[in-house]
């Protein structure tokens, strides 16, 4: 099934929800990166949560987002656009805990000592940039942390990864739902009561539940409609000649030594592992041209 967010807000237009599907991406990032199981379901989280905020975002923009932490995995680095495309990375891929209360320990693996900071790209002059301390390290709550101290808006997120003992993926996903100004207190908290009294996203995931019954599920009674369906898929931007204009910024001096030492350029891109290999004839053709 393909990966794909829905998009709702209250009639009364005081309550935001987006909820999404994500297991085909997490999968393709966890091939693409070679992950162990628990950096595997840190990754999934990390462009799953990464994913819902950029559905808050108009198509031309993005949204990036850095967990650093004092656990192995060290940093997780997820970038999404408005258009669904998401890529990113784990410092450390093979990285590995024992389960901790009958899940894969993400926090344990980042840990709770760190940052996470927020770039939004909203085609203003300059990008907007929020920093938080960790809250607990599992990522959802620490998205949910975010918006509550660095944008002061109340939000509630919920993320799954489900890894099988494989390490395959075949359960990702997650909601947010966030309160608008008009939203009324008492409908604040039973919304969170709601939410707190549900199985989690991975459970629902794993029973074949869509994001369209995630947000059934949470809103219940509250009347509400669709504002938008976006498919989503990891989509790097990489290409060989953005390498190219890299290499090229490096100099005369700089590739001429390249040259004489080693003969040829071989570049991993950060993001999704893709391998890029300039020949000597390529990085001589580079010193003619620029």
Known sequence: MDDYM????????DLLGVACLTTT?????????????????????????CELMASLLDPEQRVAIKLEGDGPLRKIV???EGNGAVRGYVA????????KNGKLDVSGALGKDGFLTVSKDLLFKEPYRGVVHLYNGEVASDIAYYYSESEQI??????GVFVEPDAGVTAAGGFLIQTLPSADEKLVDDLIARIESMDSVTSQIREGKLPEDLLKAIFDDIPYHVIEKRYLAFVCSCSRERIEQAITTLGRDEIGKIIAEQGTVDVSCQFC?????????????MLEEH
């Open 6 to 13: 829905i998009k709702v807000m209250t009639d009364a237009k």
């Open 25 to 49: 991406l997490v999968e393709d990032a966890a091939l693409r990166h070679d992950t162990y199981p628990t950096a595997t379901a840190a990754l999934g989280r990390a462009l799953t949560g």
């Open 78 to 80: 997820a970038e999404a």
């Open 92 to 99: 450390n891929p093979h990285v590995d805990l024992p389960p």
């Open 154 to 159: 109340p939000s509630a997120v919920g993320i």
């Open 273 to 285: 592992n893709k391998n890029y290999i300039f020949s000597r004839e390529e990085l001589e053709k």
